[in-house]
């Protein structure tokens, strides 16, 4: 596989990321696959004992095939739940793309099929006064999937980050609607303007689910056509 860099982005923060990054994930082991998953930096950790930990990293170390350090998982802890830039100098650190480029390519010589990459909040999310979570995935020349959380607003704001991704010179792999709010006004027609508006396929709708199990979320998605194809 020419390329095995799959990132997943969000429409905003709290739209359902790492739900979406994990049913990706078991989608692509049950067909096969082998998967590695990798959270550069998150911000919303605490020390569970063994260092500063983050919920949705922990998901993806335990969702993919190939099972690494919590280390690699998520090289970048940071405690406070706030923009991950802020966080950082809160405590006094540096963030940087070349920096978190290169945690992730310590994963790229892995025997794996996928190598999925979740970001923090948005595609611009900002690292520091120059760069932003963009730069990371543009460096790796990832494919990207948008996760759109499906409530009031959700058309503009797909529009304008598919947009921002097809601009950074990045392909587009697809997007899932993950609806967040299941009494949105006009959802069935909310999701059909989606597709038509948005040229490249859509992977999915997830439901509101009780359990949010990557093999309950993993069941309502389609893998992107590369992965598909190598299956």
Excluded at 142 to 169: F, P, W
Excluded at 174 to 183: L, S
Aim: with cysteine.
């Amino acid at each position: 596989m020419a390329n095995k860099w799959l990132f997943v982005t969000g429409t905003d923060t709290d739209v359902g990321k790492t739900v979406v990054a994990t049913g990706l994930l078991y989608a692509a082991n049950n067909a096969g696959l082998r998967s590695a998953a990798i959270k550069p930096v998150a911000a919303g950790c605490e020390d569970l004992g063994v260092g500063m930990q983050n919920e949705d990293a922990l998901q993806l170390q335990a969702a993919a095939s190939h099972q690494l350090p919590y280390q690699q998982v998520n090289p970048v802890a940071l405690e406070a739940a706030i923009a991950p830039h802020i966080a950082a100098q809160e405590e006094g650190r540096a963030l940087s793309a070349s920096r978190l480029v290169g945690y992730c390519r310590g994963l790229s010589l892995l025997p794996v099929d996928m190598l999925l990459a979740e970001g923090a909040g948005g595609w611009r999310v900002p690292l520091n006064k120059r760069e932003t979570l963009a730069d990371v995935a543009r460096e790796l020349n990832c494919q990207v999937v948008i996760v759109v959380g499906l409530r009031l607003g959700c058309i503009n704001h797909a529009l304008l980050t598919a947009e921002a991704v097809r601009r950074d010179g990045l392909q587009i792999a697809g997007w899932v609607g993950n609806i967040i709010d299941p009494d949105m006004p006009r959802l069935g027609e909310n999701i059909v303007t989606l597709r038509d508006m948005i040229n490249e396929p859509c992977l999915g709708i997830v439901p509101r689910l009780t359990d949010l199990t990557p093999e309950q979320v993993g069941g309502y998605l389609s893998l992107p056509a590369e992965f598909e194809s190598k299956i």
